[in-house]
């Protein structure tokens, strides 16, 4: 087992174990502070996406598919799979994860701001 899906797996556990925790600040944040969670809800904020196309932004197959589950199980995102060969699953923003869309907003506007590629860094990917 490599040290990234090691660390992966730690990172569920912690993220379940929100619901123990009283300020609502820090609940928040264990649960979506992830980079792979926010790649996800920016990918999902465009449209529903398949695992393939959510895959494409870099995440690790393993990991794309922990994140979708807890994000499933928490009621931020929505699976529907389609009956037809090959078989079809595709992932949504419930409006529980649309809710998450100003803090999405926030941190781009941060990041933009305080953050700025210089000139000769390129954009790998779009916000």
């Given at each position: 087992?490599?040290?990234?899906?090691?660390?992966?797996?730690?990172?569920?556990?912690?993220?379940?174990?929100?619901?123990?925790?009283?300020?609502?600040?820090?609940?928040?944040?264990?649960?979506?502070?992830?980079?792979?969670?926010?790649?996800?809800?920016?990918?999902?904020?465009?449209?529903?996406?398949?695992?393939?196309?959510?895959?494409?932004?870099?995440?690790?197959?393993?990991i794309?598919?922990?994140?979708?589950?807890?994000?499933?199980?928490?009621?931020?995102?929505?699976?529907?799979?389609?009956?037809?060969?090959?078989?079809?699953?595709?992932?949504?923003?419930?409006?529980?994860?649309?809710?998450?869309?100003p803090?999405?907003?926030?941190?781009?506007?941060?990041?933009?701001?305080y953050?700025?590629?210089?000139?000769?860094?390129?954009?790998?990917?779009?916000s």
């Open positions: 087992m490599s040290i990234e899906i090691f660390l992966s797996i730690i990172e569920v556990r912690a993220m379940e174990s929100w619901r123990d925790v009283t300020c609502p600040i820090q609940r928040t944040a264990m649960l979506f502070a992830d980079v792979y969670i926010i790649m996800i809800l920016r990918d999902l904020a465009t449209g529903q996406k398949r695992f393939t196309e959510l895959q494409r932004a870099g995440i690790n197959p393993r794309l598919s922990q994140r979708l589950k807890m994000l499933t199980r928490e009621g931020v995102i929505s699976r529907t799979r389609f009956v037809e060969k090959p078989p079809r699953v595709e992932y949504a923003l419930t409006p529980k994860g649309l809710a998450l869309m803090i999405l907003d926030a941190l781009k506007t941060f990041g933009e701001k953050l700025p590629l210089d000139d000769n860094a390129s954009s790998s990917s779009s």
